[in-house]
């Protein structure tokens, strides 16, 4: 595997959240989002990305699917080319339309899951040319090895991944580059993992896993302190961004944006 030296972003796309968000899968671990404030978060989540100098592109609204401002799901970006994805979860599958007319603006090659492949890219971690690809409820052994075969078409390499207990693979680890690897529950111990230094988030903290580097600076979950510490004492700007809202549909901080 070759990590090489870090890709800065300069772009990232986001959809603003829809009234039909209430409506978004969920576990129902951290009750009904408040639409209202969900727009604030999502507001203060576009500052803290252009904070990290990228230039933010904003979708409008898209009311028939709840859960579509979690638009990293969507399409896995990489310097050579796009993949569309094919969500696991069908009520999400709608949410793929128009995305290669949008995305063909910034990538001359753009590729497309399909049946009976499924994946969304969530469960999906680059780390320098090489990508880990969870195998979950909602990204399946097909699609893995589609996405697989268009990144080695592109000379990017893939690897997979059996989850256990989390929704996404990147619900519980982040790359945070340099070789720094934020993990836990399940990930802190993964043997295709011991390569990297380990940055250990604690059980009660764990939804702080899902965090962003962003241009040399670490985008957090807001609340969480011990996470922050451990962070900060790796060398990362950390930047808070509270997203609670968001958490009650089990979405995180990665799950709102797609960079590049």
């Known amino acids: 595997m070759v990590r090489g030296k870090s890709t800065l972003f300069t772009k990232a ?9 209430i409506h978004g899968l969920t576990s129902g671990k951290h009750g009904i989002p408040d639409f209202h404030r969900a727009l604030v978060q999502h507001a203060e989540y576009i500052n803290a990305l252009r904070e990290c100098g990228l230039e933010v592109l904003v979708l409008k609204e898209d009311e028939d699917h709840p859960d579509s401002t979690f638009i990293e799901d969507v ?10 994805t094919n969500p696991g979860a069908p009520s999400r599958r709608g ?12 990538f001359e090659s753009i590729e497309e899951i399909c049946e009976p492949g499924t994946v969304e890219a969530g469960d999906i971690m680059m780390v320098g040319t090489h990508f880990y690809i969870g195998v979950s409820e909602r990204t399946n052994k097909a699609g893995a090895a589609q996405v697989i075969g268009y990144l ?9 991944l ?3 207990k989390v929704l996404h693979l990147k619900t519980g680890t982040a790359y945070l580059e340099h070789n720094n690897l934020v993990a836990s529950g399940e990930f802190i111990e993964k043997p295709e993992f011991r390569q990297f230094n380990i940055l250990r988030i604690e059980r009660d903290e764990e939804y702080a896993a899902n965090c962003i580097w962003i241009n040399e600076k670490v985008l957090l ?5 011990k996470s922050r510490k451990t962070v900060e004492a790796a060398g990362y700007e950390v930047i808070d961004v509270d997203v609670s809202e968001f958490r009650a549909l089990d979405g995180g901080l990665s799950c709102l944006s797609l960079r590049f």
Do not use: D, F, Q, W
């Open 221 to 225: 979950p807001k609340g969480y302190p």
């Open 75 to 84: 399409a896995l970006l990489t310097p050579p080319l796009a993949i569309v």
């Open 162 to 164: 059996t989850l256990e």
């Open 152 to 160: 080695n078409k592109h000379g990017l390499s893939g690897s997979i």
């Open 95 to 106: 949410e793929t339309e128009g995305m290669k007319e949008i995305l063909a603006a910034y």
């Open 13 to 21: 796309l986001v959809r603003t959240p829809g009234r039909s968000l």
